[in-house]
């Protein structure tokens, strides 16, 4: 039996697709409290972990030996949208370390957000690997690599001790061993590895509470939710999900978009992790399926409800801006 439908699209009164996945909801020692399909199956969480590794950047003290602030360590945990802030960020965060963009292994694409794209194609520029939305968590890769006093060069490869502590950071919130057959390269070179959909839920309960954390660790994880909540803007961008939430819960909700329809999110108040696979990869769809559970699991209060309101239903306008449709959570999801 395939996963259920999380997440159901209308037009009109008529439904006309529908997104099947699976979702996780588990506290602090792995106990679920919410399951829906299987949530045993090994999935990528892509740059939905961002955040667990950039912990050795902290714990390293490489953070502190560059004087990394709160915005750059927010950035280092971000999937930015290649907006001039994040740029000039990622650049500040290079040049403290006393590197500059061709460092950077990630690659190049146009900034992912629309407006951005659009003024760097105006002004006659092309992107460079700033602009690529990983630029962030490769400069703190950078320094990481240079606080250990070697060449950052290759430091994307599973090798480098970059990769070696950063794949460490994720099996030790996750409880996971990562091998070489769970193992694959993401989209900014460096690799990812499949792992149940559960343990990824425990590693951000883990990440939220810092419960059973060496102290260490549990700093480090607090460090880094401080430093996004004082600067939603830097974890996403304008007008997107991960700010958005950002903006509307600060420290009480830790959500991190992933790839392919991948979707995490700490509570750490309830000491919850959250982890959402869309089978069919649809971000759309994984977003809308989030701000349910946070609906859901979160008490609100009704300028939070207000906020969080578009997101559970997101309109859809057809090109002369009639609403034509809308795409909701399934009751599955919703209770």
């Given amino acids: 039996m395939g996963d259920p439908v999380l997440v159901e699209v209308f037009r009109g009164s008529r439904i006309e697709s529908r997104h099947c996945g699976a979702a996780a909801v588990v506290d602090t020692d792995g106990r679920e409290v919410f399951a829906l399909g299987d ?9 939905a972990v961002k955040a667990f590794q950039a912990l050795p950047l902290l714990e390293s003290g490489a953070a502190d030996r560059f004087s990394l602030n709160a915005a750059e360590i927010a950035l280092a945990c971000s999937s930015h949208s290649g ?4 740029v000039e960020t990622a650049r500040d965060i290079l040049r403290k370390c006393g590197r500059d963009v061709d460092a950077l292994e990630c690659g190049v694409h146009w900034p992912i957000g629309v407006d951005a794209a659009r003024a760097l194609a105006a002004r006659g520029a092309t992107p460079s690997a700033l602009h690529n939305n990983c630029s962030g968590k490769h400069a703190g890769f950078i320094c990481l690599s240079c606080a250990a006093g070697l060449e950052p060069s290759g430091y994307v490869a599973p090798e480098h001790l970059v990769q070696r502590e950063v794949k460490a950071a994720v099996e030790g919130l996750t409880k996971t061993r990562l091998d070489e057959d ?3 390269t993401d989209g900014c070179a460096i690799p990812t590895y499949a792992m149940p959909l559960k343990a990824l839920a425990l590693g951000f309960a883990r990440f939220g509470a810092g419960h059973g954390l060496a102290a260490a660790r549990a700093a480090a994880t607090r460090r880094i939710r401080e430093a996004v909540a004082a600067h939603p803007a830097l974890l996403a961008g304008a007008g997107r999900f991960d700010t958005v939430t950002t903006q509307t819960f600060g420290l009480r909700v830790f959500a991190k978009t992933g790839a392919e329809g991948v979707y995490c999110a700490a509570f750490p108040e309830l000491g919850l992790g959250v982890a959402i696979k869309c089978l069919d990869g649809a971000t759309r769809a994984a977003e809308t399926a989030m701000a349910a559970l946070i609906a859901r699991f979160l008490p609100l209060s009704e300028k939070e409800r207000g906020a969080l309101a578009p997101r559970l239903a997101p309109l859809i306008h057809n090109w002369n801006g009639a609403i034509v449709g809308q795409i909701q959570a399934s009751a599955a ?3």
Avoid: Q, W
């Avoid at 949530?39 to 740059?47: D, E, H, L, T």
């Avoid at 907006?83 to 994040?86: G, K, L, N, V």
């Fill in 182 to 184: 769970s193992r694959a």
């Fill in 333 to 335: 999801l919703t209770g």
């Fill in 83 to 86: 907006e001039p802030i994040h």
């Fill in 39 to 47: 949530i045993g199956a090994p999935v990528f969480p892509r740059s």
